[in-house]
Antibody
Framework: QVQLQQSGPGLVKPSQTLSLTCAISGDSVSSNSAAWNWIRQSPSRGLEWLGRTYYRSKWYNDYAVSVKSRITINPDTSKNQFSLQLNSVTPEDTAVYYC?????????WGQGTLVTVSS | NFMLTQPHSVSESPGKTVTISCTRSSGSIASNYVQWYQQRPGSSPTTVIYEDNQRPSGVPDRFSGSIDSSSNSASLTISGLKTEDEADYYCQSYDSSNQVFGGGTKLTVL
């Protein structure tokens, strides 16, 4: 059974970088059939897909247009995890952030991390 | 990019049937699979329908999904409503490099 365990700070100052990590158990970040996503949820934006990383003989990344200039998602094969970095955050980036597994269907979700952007 | 539009809320009585729609703004609804997720307060979403009309194991057959090319929409139908079905429901689809979620529908079972 695949489980995703998120970690990272719940408070980030405006203009700084939001960083979260998702540890994977029960699958490999290098799987040739999975994709590893970051999704956020806020009352104003609902569920918003941010991006994903996946391995198909080489590594690929896809990012949402809304955050493309500010986002990086990286796999870490040595620790079997993947990470999210979102730069230059504003209060509008306040949301619950989820890591998730799935290419077409989101099959597994992390527990969610509330990240508040505030000074 | 396309958008998926859902009604903000629906309500129905226990034992009845309710249908939640999800309309795709551009491109054919049939060109990419549609998924449906249920989210109860304080919890992460869970899949109730995948690939338009498939139910994961453990999801009751009271839940069903369909697509209608004429209206370019997908639908989630829940029959024999139970109070435990009260939750938010989200549709989701994709194109070559994006995942798109609908805005969510709050189902009240009263």
């Amino acid at each position: 059974q695949v489980q995703l365990q998120q970690s990272g700070p719940g408070l980030v100052k405006p203009s700084q970088t939001l960083s979260l990590t998702c540890a994977i158990s029960g699958d490999s970040v290098s799987s040739n059939s999975a994709a590893w996503n970051w999704i956020r949820q806020s009352p104003s934006r609902g569920l918003e897909w941010l991006g994903r990383t996946y391995y198909r003989s080489k590594w690929y990344n896809d990012y949402a247009v809304s955050v493309k200039s500010r986002i990086t998602i990286n796999p870490d094969t040595s620790k079997n995890q993947f990470s999210l970095q979102l730069n230059s955050v504003t209060p509008e980036d306040t949301a619950v952030y989820y890591c998730a597994r799935g290419m077409v269907t989101i099959v597994n979700w992390g527990q969610g991390t509330l990240v508040t952007v505030s000074s | 990019n396309f958008m998926l539009t859902q009604p903000h809320s629906v309500s129905e009585s226990p034992g009845k049937t309710v249908t939640i729609s999800c309309t795709r703004s551009s491109g054919s609804i049939a060109s990419n699979y549609v998924q449906w997720y249920q989210q109860r307060p304080g919890s992460s979403p869970t899949t109730v329908i995948y690939e338009d009309n498939q139910r994961p194991s453990g999801v009751p057959d009271r839940f069903s999904g369909s697509i209608d090319s004429s209206s370019n929409s997908a639908s989630l139908t829940i029959s024999g409503l139970k109070t435990e079905d009260e939750a938010d429901y989200y549709c989701q689809s994709y194109d070559s490099s994006n995942q798109v979620f609908g805005g969510g529908t709050k189902l009240t079972v009263l």
